[in-house]
């Protein structure tokens, strides 16, 4: 077993882990960050995405010993002082949550690139969420939610 | 807690400083180790065989470099970073890019290196066309030896590679570019997305000093054989000869001629001629300069 410390969300958590624990099972199982959702475990759902030093990876592909030192966000980080992220709030107006179960990953997606990108184009979006799937919405009030953000701001 | 998937355990983890160090370590644990960096084919394959984690992400090898002496990418760059890097664009080496871009997706770009895009070795990976097409040569490094190998006699069989269990790839090397020099790289895929190429093919056309005359020509293939490969009989075919729309279409015939496809054999063939003359066509315009 390894001592790691891993920065979630600002606040530094020790944690004793296998070779072969990933992010993913370290921050949902371990940790308790059910807001890194358990999909296909190969990377192709996007489902457990997270941001490390503010990029966007799939936690299911990464070892939790890679991620020492490094800073990582949560969907359930991006609230501040119990006020939601203006894209939160924006993907609960345009009706872009459904079952939910995609939604961390399209919101902390969607962050990066506004990061990143204050002025994205609608394909520019679309290529972002690439790796994110969704079952339920068919992306519309996804990319819609992520648009009305980028308009407000501005 | 993981997906359990024929138990990948590895009991051990190890983050050498050096390359030295980490060559020692793939000497010493042979088979039962496995070099990491994205982790991105590692940790989806969880092959149980594994015993010891050798991550190699701080070793230095994370670079686009581009001088006379040619293009030098270290192997753990991450193709998220080549995707977007300035080095890149406005160039004949933009289709290495390109590829990058193309593989999987901006999570996994995030994560996955060029170093394990080669070194998974897959039929149907993206980046060895380009870099087939550019001439491109691998560094190996072992506790024994440093060596160079031209990528065309890197890939052995399908998920197999000629690089010993004892070897790490530090670095990719591609030549300086002629003047007159136009590239190209395009494919087709199952479905959009995530999935793999169908069919890929990137050409690269040198022109001669008067730019009349194909100087050279390569061409790469991903997905028609067991192994990316080059259509050697097609790029003879170009060399010495004034560029035309009628030898080009005559080329790409050849090219399709040249794979071995196991799967969708006749469309995957089909395919390569169409692909092969459409990128042979954009090539030639780039190296004339009448498009971009």
């Known amino acids: ?154 | 807690m993981s997906k359990e998937n024929g138990l990948f355990r590895p009991m051990e983890y190890f983050k050498p400083i050096s390359v030295e160090e980490a060559v020692k370590l793939l000497a010493q644990y042979g088979e039962k180790g496995a070099a990491i960096a994205g982790g991105t084919d590692v940790l989806a394959m969880k092959d149980p065989r594994i015993e010891v984690i050798i991550d190699i992400t701080n070793l230095g090898l994370n670079y686009i470099k581009s001088d006379r002496q040619g293009l030098r990418i270290g192997a753990t760059t991450t193709l998220a970073d080549i995707e977007t890097s300035p080095v890149l664009s406005n160039s004949p080496y933009n289709i290495i890019a390109r590829a990058a871009h193309k593989v999987g997706s901006p999570l996994i770009r995030n994560l996955g290196t060029i170093g394990g895009n080669l070194c998974n070795a897959s039929p149907s990976a993206d980046t060895p066309p380009p870099l087939l097409a550019l001439g491109a040569k691998l560094t190996l490094v072992s506790s024994r030896q440093s060596r160079e190998v031209p990528l065309d006699e890197f890939f052995a069989g399908p998920f197999r590679s000629i690089k010993g269990h004892d070897e790490l790839l530090t670095e990719i090397v591609v030549p300086p570019l002629s003047p007159r020099t136009g590239t190209s790289y395009q494919w087709l895929t199952k479905i959009s997305g995530i999935d793999e190429s169908l069919v890929a093919v990137a050409a690269c056309v040198v022109f001669d000093g008067k730019g009349e005359v194909i100087k050279d020509a390569r061409i790469g293939l991903i997905s028609v054989a067991p192994t990316p490969m080059r259509a050697r009989k097609a790029e003879e075919m170009l060399r010495g000869k004034e560029a035309s729309d009628g030898l080009v279409e005559i080329v790409a015939k050849i090219v399709a001629e040249e794979t071995r496809p196991r799967s969708r054999a006749d469309y995957r063939r089909d395919m390569s001629a169409v692909l092969a003359e459409r990128t042979i066509k954009e090539a030639i315009a780039r190296a004339k300069g009448t498009t971009k």
């Open chain 1, 1 to 154: 077993m390894i001592n790691v410390t891993l920065n979630v969300n600002n606040d530094d958590y020790q944690v004793e882990v296998a070779p072969y624990h990933t992010l993913r099972d370290v921050l949902r199982d371990k940790l308790g960050f059910t807001d890194v959702k358990t999909g296909c475990g190969e990377g192709e759902c996007g489902g457990c995405t997270v941001l490390v030093d503010g990029r966007p990876v799939t936690s299911c592909l990464m070892l939790a010993a890679q991620a020492q030192g490094k800073k990582i966000t949560t969907a359930s980080g991006l609230a501040t002082n119990g006020k939601l992220h203006p894209l939160q709030e924006k993907f609960i107006e345009y009706g872009a949550i459904q079952c939910g179960y995609c939604t961390p990953g399209m919101v902390l997606v969607a962050k990066a690139l506004l990061d990143k990108n204050p002025h994205p184009t609608e394909e520019e979006v679309r290529v972002a969420i690439s790796g994110n799937i969704c079952r339920c919405t068919g992306y519309q009030q996804i990319v819609e939610a992520i648009m009305a953000t980028v308009n407000e701001t501005n």
